[in-house]
């Protein structure tokens, strides 16, 4: 029993030492009696699972939003906030436009263990940060550092590859000299979220030093990254229950010579405005050995009725599956749509896309024709 309770004291004790207390000072006054947001930038392919806050709710002035991952900030004169966090990361202070349809972003800067202070200069969101604060002063040495390389990229865009090759071997480089850096690692996971998975990744991420490898943080995006390696290009498509005996099985791509997967969602307006060419795409290869399946990343019987109209209203002959369970986005880390996959008849992908339907047809043509 004795030794039991060893063990469940040091469960508990790691756990509370894997936690980091921040605590951030906050002037912004010109946007004293309004509204601001703290919260992670923009992400795909399911980063946001990597930010977690944990806040101190005994100020009545902040409260949590996105299920943990920011926070709601009525401003007054002096604004605190303050937590817990897994490891160091990035985050943003965001503002709503006045027609309410989008946000203003201010740059980038990472909370961590401590204090940091934070002064918002204008309405432009313009930030003046505590010179001590370290990971940030990194981080800007290191995007300068990579600034050559970073204007000649385009997140979630395609990509000359050579670009994203030079921009691994410059981060490469950088790590095995700072192998200690936040920064740097949370540049990999950025580099991943905005220009796709690079198997050099998995490469880059041996080369941090134990304290970072022990974080959740790494852990949980070590996890992301193996993941995408097991189905991607070359890989296997994993068997996906969606209940009700609704499955993707290998045998479901037997007797097509290739099927083209579509992952969407009644939210996704480009999937839903591109549609009717994606209609046209399929009666031009049906008879060609060509299979479509749809999966909505949709789970109320509002939005699946609303999936299962747009498909009439186009035409859609195809089968359309429901991910009630999170299934297709937990099996092939399915974090933004339109997700496009193709696999051959043994179940083998042979493209995998995340984007507009542009090269679709050549995709189609390329295995076809082998």
Known sequence: MKRISQILLFLVSSSIFSQQQFNIELTAASFEKDSLFFAPPPTSRNIISLYSLSL???????????NSKGAFIKIQSQNTISGNIPCPMPMMIMSPQEDKKGF???????IENGNLKIDVRDRNLTLVLSPEATINNEYKKLKEYLRPIDER???????DPEDLKNKEKFLKAYIKKNPESYPAFWEIIDAFSKYGFHKEYLEDLPLFSKRIK???????????????????????????????????????FSDYKITLIDYWSTTCKPCIKELPELVKLYEKYKDKGVNFISVADEKTQQRMDLATKLFKEN???????????????????AGGYPLFIVVDRNGKILSKELGG????????????NN
């Open 56 to 66: 101190n709710l005994d100020n009545k002035n902040v409260r949590p939003i996105a």
């Open 357 to 368: 339907q542009e090269t679709l047809e050549t995709v189609i043509e390329q295995y076809l």
């Open 104 to 110: 203003y972003l201010s740059e980038l800067f990472f």
């Open 315 to 333: 035409n859609v002959s195809w089968r359309n599956y429901f991910d009630i369970h999170k299934e297709f986005t937990k099996k092939l880390n």
């Open 214 to 252: 022990a974080s959740s943080c790494f852990k949980d995006f070590e996890k992301i990254l193996y993941l995408e390696n097991s189905t991607d290009v070359g890989g296997n498509f994993p068997e996906i229950d969606f209940g009700s005996e609704n499955r993707i099985t290998k045998a479901v």
């Open 153 to 159: 990229l385009r997140p979630f865009e395609k990509n």
